[in-house]
């Protein structure tokens, strides 16, 4: 499997956690995790990923919109995504659904 | 109906409502905005502040009190409140400038603990609009906001308001304002601020954020997403120093 399915798959059993509020402020993403007490900004791709994620899209979409967007390759997007993702996760800002 | 959420303000913006908060605001200096915090959000902010830690806090020249110490129900409400709905509701009624952000604080008075409150104005850091919200479990007795004019020495008394009832007043060069003492064996909590016109509240969370997450990946030829710690202080409201850097406000 390559990375751009791996990356696939796992966004398909990633939402963001029901404790973090975010919002939009001009090219930023603004997130406040209401357990651990912390603020997080996105900024630009992060952001727009965040974004495309939150609204629940499917993979192939956020991939496609983001591939459109930010005139990147697969490959070069599902690494990006995979980096943001790990961090995300260890941030606990996003639950992984088995 | 004016209300906050996690999802943010919720408004119904009906004209005639907008019309009659204006004119108290005009007439008294202050509008009142019942229920302001949804009965959810009212609960997780009152359970964080029961796991809250209070300390002493003098304001020179004015009086004393306690502050919440850093946790989620002060970052909450400074998340919640920095909300463009409601700074558009609060520009309508009040006719302020552009407003930047809402900052603010947790603050508690204790009945016999000497805390204090004298006549003072706020007409520091660009601030436009003053907003308390009752955060208190139980009704207390005294505590009353009083806003006073310079000129004449008219006071009007605004009276307590209910648990996530929001007042917003008037911050002007020709009012004061301060809070009675309290009576009674009730204390009171209340989450207080001001709407700013400067900075932004991303800014203002620039000043005091932590946990910065960049994306070198805006840089055309960088494409590695990775996260930047501006520093270790993952939570700017949990340290010493960022608490004094609030006392300031």
């Known amino acids: 499997m390559n990375k751009k399915n791996d990356v696939q798959q796992s966004l398909n059993r990633i939402t963001i956690h029901p404790d973090v509020l975010y919002k939009r402020l001009g ?3 603004v997130l406040f995790h209401l357990t651990t007490d912390r603020f997080y900004e996105l900024n630009g791709t992060a952001a727009r990923f965040w974004e495309l994620l939150s609204e629940g899209h499917p993979m192939s979409e956020v991939s496609e919109q983001m591939m459109t967007e930010f005139s990147v390759t697969a490959d070069e997007f599902a690494g990006q995504a995979e980096d943001l993702l790990r961090s995300l996760r260890k941030e606990n800002l996003v639950d992984v659904h088995e | 109906m004016i209300q906050l959420t996690r999802r943010g303000v919720e408004s119904s913006n009906r004209v005639a409502v907008l019309e009659q908060l204006r004119a108290d605001f005009e007439a008294r200096h202050y509008f009142r905005i019942p229920n302001f915090l949804a009965p959810e959000l009212l609960d997780f902010v009152q359970s964080e ?20 110490r850093g946790n989620a129900a002060f970052g909450a409400l400074l998340f919640l409140f ?13 006719g302020c400038p552009q407003i ?17 409150d004298s006549w003072h104005d706020d007409r520091i850091d660009q601030r436009l609009v003053g907003m308390t919200v ?3 479990k139980q009704e207390y007795a005294g505590g009353i906001l009083q806003l006073r004019d310079v000129a004449s020495g008219k006071i009007e008394e605004v009276s307590n308001a209910g648990s996530g ?12 304002h301060r809070i009675t003492a309290l009576e009674g064996k009730a204390q009171k909590t209340a989450f207080a601020g001001w709407f700013r016109a400067e900075p932004d509240f991303l800014s203002l969370l620039k000043r005091r954020t932590a946990v910065v997450l960049k994306n070198p990946a805006d840089a055309p030829r960088e494409r590695t997403v990775t996260f930047e710690k501006d520093n270790d202080e993952t939570n700017f409201v949990t340290t010493a120093s960022r608490e004094s850097s ?4």
């Open chain 1, 27 to 29: 090219e930023e993403m």
């Open chain 2, 49 to 68: 502040i029961d796991r809250g830690e209070f300390y002493g806090r003098v304001h020179q020249n004015i009086g004393n009190d306690l502050c919440l």
């Open chain 2, 82 to 94: 920095n909300d463009e709905t409601l700074f558009r509701i609060v520009r309508e009624i009040t």
């Open chain 2, 100 to 116: 930047g952000c809402f900052d603010g604080r947790i603050y508690r008075v204790i009945p016999g603990e000497g805390h204090s």
């Open chain 2, 134 to 136: 009752n955060l208190s």
């Open chain 2, 165 to 176: 009832d929001a007042v917003i007043f008037r911050l002007s060069d020709t009012l004061e």
């Open chain 2, 246 to 249: 609030l006392d300031t406000y």
